[in-house]
């Protein structure tokens, strides 16, 4: 049997996706007898376009794509990528959703950039010049990606296989998806590679789990105020968002008393946060609606952290 192919290309993210990878520790080995990687740019190796656009096209079995698009750099790379490959994944919620890099899209690329190259106290920029995507130094043409005014979804830019969640996917969930693909065992085209479950599904906080009925919120805390008791975080007011997740992080984060974002995506439908909103407003008392809208000023930013890019709002206009 031959080895599969793989691919791997970090976008606009953090590479924490593909710190997952290796968080395999022994099972990566395990993986590496069936797998073959083609292409680990810019983490590991820094390859450059050729090295891609001469691979002849679906000669790459599977791509792991993690990270959002954001510069012309990465749309010319995960275009070219396509072509080379059978089977492309959404590795991660950057990927799959747009990710903590799509805040952005509450802010226009003017007002980015005039808080990243002047306004920031430790910038010295008395002329407030810009990136510019072509300067010439003498008679020599240097070039920079262009910077987009919208930070995309990686299937708003080319057709996407699969989509696996999480910031990141936890390293168990990593380890099933991977053997699936090496086993063949995808789902159907445009589906997540997921257990099928909620958080709270595999919360052990979960009242359900204990054959208790939830309890309404009454009042709502940040996780600055006070240490959680065991019981459900959401119960007790902390705005965790893991009944409308998907669980493939084993409720990781609830363990350790950090209420769920939505890192995982959403267990079903399109937007995310409109059914956070649904969820949330369903076991609250009226008193502790208005207690959340005072304690959290940008809701926007609370219940879209991982996927405005693809919410019905998209983006600032």
């Known amino acids: 049997m031959s080895k599969i192919k793989l691919a791997i290309y970090l976008s606009a993210g953090c590479a924490g996706c593909e710190m997952a990878l290796v968080d395999l520790s022994e099972k990566l080995i395990d993986a590496l007898e069936n797998i073959e990687i083609v292409w680990w740019t810019p983490t590991v190796v820094d390859l450059k376009y050729k090295d891609l656009e001469n691979l002849e096209d ?5 791509a792991l794509v993690d990270g959002a698009v954001r ?34 899209n509450f802010h226009k690329r003017e007002e980015l950039l005039e808080t990243a190259y002047i306004n920031t106290w430790s910038t010295d920029n008395p002329d407030g010049v810009l990136p510019q995507t072509e300067y010439d130094v003498n008679g020599s043409k240097l070039t920079l990606p262009e910077f987009y005014g919208e930070v995309k979804a990686l299937h708003q830019v080319v057709d996407v296989d ?50 208790e009925i939830r309890k309404p919120i009454e009042k709502v805390r940040r ?12 119960q007790q007011g902390y705005l965790c968002l893991g009944p409308v997740t998907q669980g493939d992080c ?14 995982g995506g959403p267990v079903a439908g399109k937007d995310f946060g409109a059914r956070a909103v649904g969820a949330l407003a369903s076991l609250m008392t009226d008193e502790a609606v208005d207690e959340m809208l005072e304690k959290i000023p940008s809701l926007g930013k609370f219940l879209y952290r991982y996927s405005l890019p693809v919410s019905l709002i998209n983006r600032k206009k």
């Open 58 to 62: 679906k000669s790459i079995d599977v």
């Open 71 to 104: 510069l012309s750099e990465q749309e010319h790379v995960i275009k070219i990528l396509r072509q080379k490959t059978k089977v492309l994944v959404a590795f991660g919620a950057c990927a799959a959703m747009g990710g903590v890099p799509g805040l952005a």
């Open 162 to 211: 699969y989509f696996i969640g999480g910031c990141p996917p936890h390293h168990d969930h990593v380890a099933v998806a991977v053997e699936a693909i090496i086993k063949g065992e995808l789902p159907p085209k445009g589906s997540w590679i997921t257990s099928g479950k909620s958080v709270c599904d595999s919360c052990r906080r979960n009242p359900a789990q204990k054959g």
């Open 223 to 234: 996780t600055i105020e006070g240490t959680p008791d065991e019981e459900c975080l959401l």
């Open 250 to 263: 084993g409720g990781s984060c609830p363990q350790v008393n950090i209420p769920c974002r939505g890192c």
